[in-house]
């Protein structure tokens, strides 16, 4: 019923189509957003606060942030007539979930993947066999809907993930480096502050999975080796901004829930996550890296894995008690340096916004 119900709206947006042609929109007025609306440190957030020459909204699920200037609740009054004006949509993840998408379909679609993906992202995906005719009509029909008309990303590597991902031709794609990023540059030579000289700092970071019992799974296996481990080290948590983040199961004492995207990896001696780009955000700042997944059947068969986590499988434990001892030791620990030096080959430098910028600028005021 729900496909159904979406290739009906699509029907209806294709007849409307020719209405949206009648008026001009505005080239310079940009409507950005990502992940549920919040701001979360990704790059279009980063884009958002730097692009200066430009009249720019940012759209926002939170009713409590629809108040005035910049930020517009996106099913108000304001953000409807915004999206009718409006020459440019920068967004992170999917136009039909993060914008009202049928008010898009003239303008010009601009995706900013949030992080270098480890995991298949959009039509990469594994699909079992009853959504296959689905996955066939979105990318014939929906994609062809709302094309996306630019895309900017991190390295030579990833462009080509998201040409399949997202159906979208490599020439509309530019290899910028993320403005996300530059907060990672020369991370690795910060003073790491204050800290207890017998306890080392350990950041856990798993990535978003569908299953709630895996989840909790996983996390009561965690929070069973903080428990044990505590006096050798400081041990902290960032979860997936997209899960349901089971708080009542977090044990204050022993672990410390960072909430903020905004994570200073210089912050920390050891990284362990999954399948997520938050291993390439940790050798970015020399970090410690380990992948604990093990769930890595189920997932890669269900979700599907990029070529990329492969390459950190070296650092891939069987158990966290495996883990944990590799981090008091340090005998089994092997260096990652395949994606600093190959994979996020275009790591960005401090101008890589104004770059962004300008190109926005330039490329859609020829049109």
Known sequence: MRYLLSMLIDGLVIISIPLFYIYRRKKNLYLFTEWDGEERGDNPSVLFQNMVQVEK????????????????????????????????????????????????????????????????????????WSTVLWRFYSKRVRLRITPINLVFCQSEYEKKIISEAFNVKPGLIVVTGYPSYIKFIGVNTRDRGECTPSKKRVLYAPTLRDSSDVFVLILAEYFNCVALNSDFFDFYIKLHPAQVQPHDLI???VLNLCESADIDYGFFDFVITD????????????????????????????????????????NMRSSLNEI????????????????????????????????????????????
């Open 251 to 253: 044990a204050p004492a």
């Open 275 to 314: 399948y997520s780009g938050v291993a390439v955000e940790a050798i970015l700042c020399d970090c410690k890296l380990y992948i604990y997944a093990p769930d890595v059947l189920e997932y890669s068969a269900c979700v599907g894995l990029n070529e990329l986590f492969y390459e950190f499988s070296n």
């Open 324 to 367: 944990v001892e590799d981090m008091r030791y340090g005998q089994k620990f092997a260096a990652m340096l395949t994606a600093r030096d190959y994979y996020v080959g275009a790591v960005p430098s401090a101008n890589v916004v104004k770059h962004i910028a300008n190109l926005l600028v330039a490329k859609f005021n020829k049109h």
């Open 57 to 128: 909204y940012w759209i926002t699920k939170e009713k409590q942030k629809h108040l005035d200037g910049l930020f517009v609740y996106k099913y108000s009054i304001k953000s409807i007539v915004l999206h009718v004006l409006a020459g440019n949509f920068v967004f992170s993840h999917n136009i039909r979930t993060q914008f009202i998408w049928p008010l898009c379909i003239n303008a010009r679609k601009i995706l900013i993947w949030h992080g270098v993906p480890l995991k298949k992202i959009g039509l990469q995906r594994s699909y079992s």
